[in-house]
């Protein structure tokens, strides 16, 4: 497979990396997120989540439906800190 | 903070029958869409809806928004609409945040409706980055919401009915469509369509995929190749040709992240589109008060879509205490509708994967 093949657009992985990462033994979701940043980006593992996932089926052999998904956490896009800031000054102690 | 009664998330086909359902039943509600206009993919639908007259067929998608959001003014002092407007995080404590614009807002409500819709899928073939190659969505909102003409050649990837409408408003926007390609071995969408846009001259080649996609600055051929039934590529098959834009409509996925930071029971459902919220018969998940309607259930039509919100609008506001004058009837009526609207030979996946996600019957 040729190497430009992009899994994560955000953070510009291919999928010759991403199988790399698997063969050495990263064969959760998370665990290729924490080493690679892939689904840190914008989209949030919008896009790229599932073709991981397809990655890991093919190699391991487990199916898709067996495999973890990434853990969700807020928030779901990026915002300001500032703008948490400001939200909870305007918000007072309920914030 | 602000006191909200039911916030209902995303305001496309679900959210908005969800809110008219909501509000008409006697709750105050509060609807958030991180567009600035409300109707999620209706806006840029301009064909006309199958299904029965109930769910607007024969209506164009951009008239069935107006027809919504009309019904929806004449309730306006019981709903806040907040467009601009992004979930951001669901909390265990019932709290949600939002941001709207630059300002990051706290609301605590009693219930909330998920309609946050799916997003689509995308493909790994060599090259899959390069300027050209879209989502079906994005032309859509590039011709259909902005009249701008994606390219010249397109080749589409995809013969579901979204693949197949797509190719067919390209046509009509005077943009040629080399051909539509799909990895199964059947065409997915509706042959009514396919049958209109093979009278037009495009080739449907079923079994076949995206080998390669080549180009410099930005797409100029595509290679195809055939898939044999076990999916694996036959050798000796390749075909290129020339194309400005691949446009990808290979399915799409429940947008669900809220409900999982919110730890609702969700479960992998290829037939739905991937991981799906459980739910029962009012589109309750497996935390109380958390409601679904849409395609982030389960990725169906934008009719079954309506109709959900409809039936998860009347039960999310009776949950909370505001029962309809027609409760009953108007539930019973939802639920056949849902029914018919599954009932065909079409429909065997979707009625498969619903078995998986619907927990058993409550009373109500």
Redesign the interface.
Known sequence: MSKNTTICRCSDISKEEIRELISQGYTTLEEIKRISRAGMGPCQGRTCGQLILREISSITGKKMGELENFNNRPPAIGIKISDIVKGAEENGKNC | ?ETVELLIIGAGPAGLCAAISAVSSGAKVMLVDRNDTLGGQLIKQTHMFFGSEKQYAATRGTDITKILLAEIEKYKENIKIYKNT??????EDGVV?L?RN?????VKPKAIIVATGA?E??L??????LPGIYGAGAVQTLMNVYGVKPGNKVLMVGAGNIGLIVSYQLMQAGVKVEAIIDAAPEIGGYLVHASKIRRLGVPIYTSHIVK?AIGLDYLEKAVLIEVDEKWQKVRGTEKEIDVDVMCISVGL?P?T??L??KGCEV??V?ELG??VPTRNENYETSIDNIFVAGDVSGVEEASAAMVEGYLAGLCAADKIGFRHDDFKKLKKDYIEQLHSLRAGPESDKIRGGIAKIERRAQDV
């Open positions: 903070m992004t979930a951001l995080g669901m909390y945040t941001a630059d300002k990051y807002i706290k997003s899928k995308v790994a073939f060599p090259n899959n980055d390669e996925t947008l992240e809220l999982m930071q479960k992998y290829p991937g991981l």
